[in-house]
């Protein structure tokens, strides 16, 4: 397409964007005219983690120079079904999405890949019986992360000498590939350990306010006495929890161990305050590596398949004074 077409049609659905979503963040246009644009459809804005994941991609788009048409679909399937579509019908250079759960989207990568623009999967996974239908995923491993948390929760056990321990999980959206995987990883690190019990799973969607509302279920259910453990999927729904038990009462940190996924830097200051204990990584700071493949795709360089970036975990344990300031 002409570069001149191609911008006013940028131009155009950034437009649209901008009236038709009212809650998206800015669409950008292109910087310059030989700028790539990238379409991104960001999946909502749920979390710390998730602004800092919006907030990564539009610095590493300007940073490269990239038009990047950003639509918020703000947790709906349809709305990013819809997102990705604007962006094949504009013509976009390369599509960026990071999905909201994982069936349900072989129909429109298929209308993307027929239209010859490439698709890198960011941050979450999809399920699919066809690898061609996506040319790159970047974003975390997070069977890894539950491990760690359930690794954490073993050399706790040991430290207190403990004999029996009753476990809660509070997880993220259901069918979502952080939340499969955090919890399989978890129960995959604590299986045959008979030190421990996990007496209930209740959804939390990654939020906050839902992470107040399975604290205060769990509370009445088993009472603060008949929970030693909570591992929460996020730290949106940690800190939520950490109100209720609070406001109940219960040290947190200290009457229950609080085991949580992400790092952002309120939880990272409760971590230290001694009110979490442990914390497993999830870096949402992915956008530089999506624009430096962005860039190798415009050049025909061909792309690692599967992307994950280095993460650690933060805990009681470790000394975290020389911990930067997180960024989200
Ligand atoms: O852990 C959570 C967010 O998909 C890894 O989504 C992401 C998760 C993250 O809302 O805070």
């Not at 990013?80 to 013509?91: G, M």
């Amino acid at each position: 397409m002409k570069h001149s077409v191609r911008i006013a049609l940028a131009l155009l659905l950034a437009l649209c964007c901008a009236l038709m979503t009212a809650c998206a963040a800015k669409p950008a246009s292109p910087t310059s005219q030989s700028a790539l644009v990238v379409g991104f459809s960001q999946l909502g804005a749920e979390s710390g983690w998730r602004i800092g994941n919006t907030a990564s991609m539009e610095q590493a788009a300007q940073e490269w120079g990239f038009g990047l048409m950003l639509d918020n679909a703000n947790q709906r399937q349809d709305k990013q079904i819809a997102a990705i579509r604007s962006f094949i019908s504009y013509q976009v250079d390369v599509i960026v999405f990071s999905p909201i759960v994982e069936t349900g989207w072989n129909n429109v990568l298929t209308e993307a890949k027929n239209a010859g623009i490439p698709v890198i999967i960011m941050d979450r996974m999809i399920e699919t019986d066809d690898d061609d239908l996506y040319t790159a995923y970047i974003g975390a491993d997070f069977l890894a992360e539950g491990k760690k948390a359930g690794e954490f929760l073993i050399k706790k056990a040991d430290a207190m000498g403990a004999e029996h321990l009753n476990v809660v999980e509070i997880t993220g959206t259901e069918a979502s590939t952080p939340m499969r995987e955090r919890q399989a990883g978890f129960m995959q690190a604590i299986e045959g350990d008979d030190r421990f019990t996990v007496i209930e799973s209740v959804n939390g969607d990654f939020l906050r306010s839902k992470g107040e509302e399975c604290m205060r279920h769990l509370l009445e259910t088993y009472g603060p006495e008949g929970i030693d453990v909570i591992y929460s999927h996020n730290d949106e729904m940690t800190l939520g929890a950490l109100d209720v038990l609070e406001s109940a009462g219960v040290k947190p940190g200290k009457d229950v161990i609080l085991i949580s996924v992400d790092g952002q830097q309120e939880a990272v200051d409760a971590l230290r305050e001694g009110r979490i204990n442990c914390i497993v990584e999830c870096t949402p700071d992915l956008g530089g590596k999506v624009m430096e493949m962005v860039d190798a795709l415009s050049r025909g360089e061909t792309v690692p398949k599967q992307n994950h970036p280095e993460e650690t975990s933060f805990s009681e344990f470790d000394d975290l004074s020389g911990l930067a300031p997180r960024g989200y």
